[in-house]
């Protein structure tokens, strides 16, 4: 974690700095550089959970917080001035960019001969736990409120802050996905309940 952390680029501003959070202690560094890598030093570990909960790996969760953070870094004196909260602007980005990518990569392309398999890659622990699979299978927007209300404990005024939605859009958003949820883990549990001959 300590690599990704340093790994961070410094703002275009200030590219003397070899990286937010992994300068040297003597080095001068502008105040908003500072606030930035206090908030990074900070909120990391949370940003980190739940780009893991949005994209259900942590490698692609890492990948998220990263490019979310390299582009409010190189502003960041303007995510202060015009923002209230800016650990909720950084959810919300993560969210829209999370999305944004989902919507992109998810179109199929018909190919004339079928691919030959990849590598093997091993599988996540929490592959095969239903409520993880469940919680995989809802709609972006949908698994963004669920992470955001019950894993990250959030309130519906700042959820709805952090999305950018109303908070009744929150409401029915948390409620399909938990109708949803309930659905497919009966599902799971019914199929368990059978033998298999």
């Known amino acids: 974690m300590t690599a990704f952390v340093s790994a961070v680029p410094a703002p275009p501003h200030d590219r003397g700095v070899a990286g937010i959070v992994g300068h040297r202690k003597d080095t001068v ?10 908030f990074v030093q900070s909120s990391l570990p949370g940003l980190l959970r739940y780009g893991h909960a949005l994209t259900g790996n942590p490698h692609d969760a890492a990948d998220l917080v990263q490019s979310v953070l390299e582009k409010i870094g190189s502003r960041w004196s303007s995510v202060l001035r015009k923002t209230g ?3 909720a602007y950084v ?14 990569f998810r179109r199929e392309s018909l190919v004339a001969e079928v691919p030959e398999s990849g590598p093997v890659v091993h599988t996540d622990p929490f592959e095969h736990e239903p ?8 709609p972006p927007r949908q698994r963004a409120v669920i992470v955001l209300r019950y894993y ?16 009744g859009t929150v409401k029915s958003q ?5 109708a949803s949820l309930r659905g497919k883990l009966r599902r799971d549990e019914g199929s368990e309940g059978r033998e298999v001959v």
């Not at 409520?131 to 809802?138: F, Y």
């Not at 948390?174 to 938990?178: H, I, P, T, Y």
């Open 131 to 138: 409520l993880w699979r469940a919680l995989r299978e809802l």
């Open 152 to 167: 990250e404990g959030l309130s519906e005024a700042e959820i709805a802050a952090a999305l950018g939605v109303s908070q």
């Open 174 to 178: 948390a409620s399909k996905a938990l």
């Open 91 to 104: 959810r919300r980005s993560m969210t829209n960019a999370h999305i944004s990518r989902w919507r992109r």
């Open 29 to 38: 560094v502008s105040g908003d550089l500072t606030d930035f890598s206090e």
């Open 85 to 87: 909260d800016p650990l």
